[in-house]
């Protein structure tokens, strides 16, 4: 599929933006702690002007350059692109019918012990070749582009052995050569366990990971530590043979238990710890007094069960939030940053202003971006 036919390059014409009201996003540096997250530095009706792709001035009556287009905004708002840090947007087939088993009074933890939720999207991406996952893939990510996301972090995972994990992130590479937009992968090795393997972690530690370091080094390195998938022991020897492959670090965690992961990535330096549902009050000032990102996916709460990470707390403690969609076919079948934002707000205590910075520079500062989620000359 040519992404080029749905998607017109911006940086084929000079663009002028009339009369917005301009979120700057400030120029204090970024990321931002805690309060700090919500200084947008708004401009009103200002002008933008946009050449070769890349924003050249910002203020009012600017000069047009010959043959720019121009837009009257009217007021409305002109702000950085979304960007969704953590998503499972690579899949294939439906996990539909897990909402009457969820109506019916069956939980998460439930469903994928009883073989089904990540073990049935396992099944269909082993099913599927490269060319299959890459196509859904590519049809997913037009869609986030025109709802105002331009860079994806987007992970493996389902596939639970080598061939299958690389298979997904030579997916992921594929689509993201079709697509305007910037494509982060990450290998989240550690997602659930394969019943059918005898010491499932110990071989993806011992395989896996040399295998995807070759083929990608310098890939993130992520994992699921909760109950019915990774226990704390082998998520921290994963990360320990990652790390010293000179791997960054991810982790999900605190999703419906705390398990002890979140103090464990402190101490292992991870980039972040992400779902944050279930920590504890120790747990969110610990990461709050460290450099780790805390990442937010409210849009799995509104999923799954109705329960959401308490963001204002981790805020009030000074900590270093990011927001994102956890896009994926069962618990968070959402790939919208605008949902994603409104939930934050709704369900986890932020202000819209600080939810826009969290969805925004923070979240490109968390993918090591300094060149977006910010509007500077």
């Known amino acids: 599929m040519d992404a080029s036919a749905s998607t017109p390059d911006p940086r084929q014409t000079a663009l002028v933006i009339r009369g917005a009201r301009v979120l700057t996003l400030g120029e204090s540096p970024w990321p931002r702690r805690g309060h700090a997250l919500g200084d947008l530095s708004v401009f009103e009706r ?50 539909i019918d897990e909402w009457e088993k969820r109506l019916a009074g069956a939980s998460y933890l439930e469903i994928l012990d009883s073989g089904g939720g990540i073990m049935a999207t396992v099944r269909a991406v082993r099913a599927a070749t490269t060319e299959q996952l890459a196509a859904g893939l590519l049809d997913r990510l037009i869609r986030v582009l025109h709802a105002g996301t331009t860079t994806v972090e987007i992970k ?39 019943p059918g393997v005898e010491n499932f972690a110990q071989r993806t530690v011992e395989e896996t990971l040399p295998a995807v370091s070759e083929a990608y080094p310098g890939i993130a390195i992520d994992a699921f530590c909760e109950k019915s998938a990774w226990k704390l022991d082998d998520t921290i ?61 409210p849009c799995c709460g509104f999923h799954v069960d109705n329960r959401y990470a308490r963001g204002r707390a981790f805020l009030d403690h000074n900590g ?30 932020l202000t819209p202003w600080e939810a826009i910075g969290a969805a925004t520079a923070n979240a490109a500062a968390l993918l090591g971006f300094t060149d977006r989620g910010v509007i500077v000359e």
């Open 46 to 95: 200002s002008d933008v002007l946009c050449q070769d792709g890349v924003v050249r001035g910002v203020g009012r009556n600017l000069d047009a350059p010959p043959g720019a287009r121009e837009i009257e905004a009217n007021g409305r708002v002109l702000m950085p692109a979304f960007i969704d840090c953590h998503t499972h947007l690579c899949w294939a087939g439906s996990r």
């Open 156 to 194: 493996s995972g389902y596939g639970l052995s080598t061939d299958h994990e690389l298979k997904m992130l030579a997916a992921i590479e594929n689509a993201a050569e079709l697509w305007p937009g910037t494509v982060v992968p990450t290998a989240l090795l550690g997602h659930a366990k394969d």
């Open 237 to 297: 020897l994963l990360f320990e043979q990652a790390r010293q492959r000179r791997h960054p670090l991810r982790v999900h965690a605190d999703q419906f238990n705390s398990m002890g992961m979140t103090p464990a990535a402190i101490r292992l330096g991870a980039r972040s710890v992400d779902h944050l549902e279930a920590s504890t009050d120790a747990d969110l000032r610990a990461l709050a007094d460290s450099s780790t990102f805390g990442v937010i996916l």
């Open 320 to 349: 270093l939030l990011a927001i994102a969609t956890n896009a994926n076919p069962g618990s968070a079948p959402c790939s919208s940053m605008p949902m994603a934002i409104a939930l934050a707000v709704r369900a986890c205590g």
